[in-house]
């Protein structure tokens, strides 16, 4: 009886969460009477009619095959759920990861933009104030930084350099 009434739960419910409970309880039922069952044809097999044991073992065949099928149709309603969020979650992974790179690449161009072009003209600078040439107009550094001071220093020593050199 307890048996036929987990069955009808599923069977109104299937797809649902609850008839997954279910069907575990009814594996555990068909366990516990299974057991029981042989239990108990052990102890009074003498008085058995092989019939009755007949019939009981069809019962539980029929029912072991109807909770397989319940399954089978749980599956089928579950997994196609968990497939599709499985999907999304991959998607949104994967538009994270390309923002992500897209950041980066954005990252690098400022980095290229705000350091490395201003440290390769102050290099360019001081190369040609090396060299004896103070003709070169001064270092204009747009950012208020330490690289604007080191351009401004630059530029004060390369006029106190061709001072000296003109004074000599």
Known sequence: EELR???TIIEENSGDISSIVALQRIEQLLE???????????RDIKFLDVTQMED???????LLDRVQTLELTC???????????????????????????????EFSAELHRQIYVPITRLVRNVREISKGNFEEP????????????????VNGMKKNLSLLIAAR
């Open 32 to 42: 516990k009477s299974d057991a029981q069952i042989r239990d108990s044809y052990e």
């Open 75 to 105: 599956a089928s309603t579950i997994y196609p759920k968990l497939n599709h969020s499985l999907n999304v979650l991959t998607t949104a992974i994967l538009v994270i990861l390309v923002f992500m790179v897209l950041m980066m690449v």
């Open 5 to 7: 009434k987990e069955l």
């Open 56 to 62: 009981d073992y069809t019962n539980v065949i029929y």
């Open 138 to 153: 001064d270092i204009q550094m747009d950012s208020h930084n330490e690289l604007n001071y080191l351009a401004t220093a």
